[in-house]
């Protein structure tokens, strides 16, 4: 009993030592800590001053983007009511007051949407703003500034959300000029790029192209192609019916249309009295003297007309200059 009383004892000292020697580094821990702080009591306030700061001005400026995206927003909306009440006047509103009213309506969306990315180039509704100016010159048939709208964003906007449609949009503008074959090349560049989901669309488009090229072959392949994918049935009737007049076309070719030769005669009853004017004789024989000097080379082309009366045909000499 005695030895186990000791023991116990023992342990209990031991303990002692141990809970003292970390109460003393603990101690000696904190008054070190408590001497640096003394020491570097100005940097500690500069640094908390200036995370301060730092957080001040991150929700600041969180706040001030905020701001501006809310004025964006509604600049833009602002811009695409504006698209929208012209169409609205353009399509109710009829004869010339109408038109007016809907151009100058369109004109404040314009602007509007020019504002947009002046103001605001670098948010995404800057970015909307370039392409909903190429399709409002678009509609407004003023191709080149459309172009111009479309490149920028295709350029500036390589992977924005409308990046395809730009690229589309190039290609109907082609179309929209007489540019088919400009077209067709921007529609087969597309079609190596768009999903399968897209391709069908884009094949469709290309197929008019190729029509409108009279290249046939090439465009009833397309509609094929489109009728043998996996499209949606929609697509595959347009494409099917598309197919039908191309095979019509081939099976029965419409006539040529047959020129009109237009016979050109050198003018001799013209009298040349003066190297500053030049006589012409008309079909009654009237003489009638020309103020300014005669052309170079002139031709007269010969106009068969015949009277009421049955008489013979009379010529009817014209000045045309070459």
């Keep these: 009993m005695a030895n186990k009383s000791s023991s116990q004892q023992g342990q209990r000292v031991k303990s002692h030592e141990k809970d003292f020697r970390n109460q003393f580094v603990a101690e000696l821990y904190l008054h070190k800590l408590m001497d640096w702080v003394t020491q570097n009591l100005k940097r500690i306030g500069i640094g908390i001053a200036a995370l301060i700061l730092v957080l001040f001005i991150a929700s600041t400026m969180i ?7 809310q004025k964006a927003t509604a600049l833009e909306w602002k811009a695409m009511q504006f698209s929208l009440d012209a169409k609205d006047a353009q399509r109710m509103a009829g004869g010339d007051e109408g038109s007016d009213e809907a151009d ?3 004109q404040e969306s ?17 970015e909307r703003a370039v392409f909903f100016l190429g ?7 003023n191709y080149p500034e459309a172009r111009e709208y479309f490149s920028t964003y295709v350029k500036r906007y390589a992977d924005g959300q409308l990046a395809l449609s730009s690229q589309k949009s ?8 007489g540019e088919y074959r400009k077209a067709v090349e921007s529609f087969k560049a597309l079609e190596e790029s768009v999903t399968d989901a897209q391709k069908a669309g884009i094949q469709m488009d290309l197929a008019r192209n190729y029509r409108l090229l009279g290249e046939k072959e090439h465009a009833a392949a397309l509609y094929q192609a489109v009728i043998d994918s996996s499209t949606s049935a ?25 020129e009109e030769a237009a016979s050109e005669t050198e003018d001799n009853g013209a009298e040349e009295s003066d190297p500053d004017t030049t006589a012409v004789e008309d079909a009654d024989d009237e003489t009638a003297e020309e103020d300014e000097p005669a052309p170079d080379a002139a031709s007269v082309e010969e106009a068969h007309a015949e009277d009421d009366a049955g008489a013979a045909p009379a010529e009817t000499p014209g000045m045309v200059s070459n």
Excluded at 110 to 126: D, E, M, N
């Design 63 to 69: 706040k001030f983007q905020q701001r501006q995206a």
């Design 104 to 106: 100058k309506l369109s």
């Design 110 to 126: 314009i602007a509007s949407f020019k504002l947009l990315v002046k103001k605001y180039s670098g948010s995404p509704t800057g």
């Design 135 to 141: 399709c409002l010159e678009y509609e407004r048939g």
């Design 170 to 177: 190039l290609a109907y503008i082609f179309e929209q000029e």
């Design 234 to 258: 929609a697509i595959k009737s347009q494409a099917r019916e598309a197919l039908e007049i191309v095979r019509l076309d081939q099976e029965f070719p419409p006539p040529a249309k047959e």
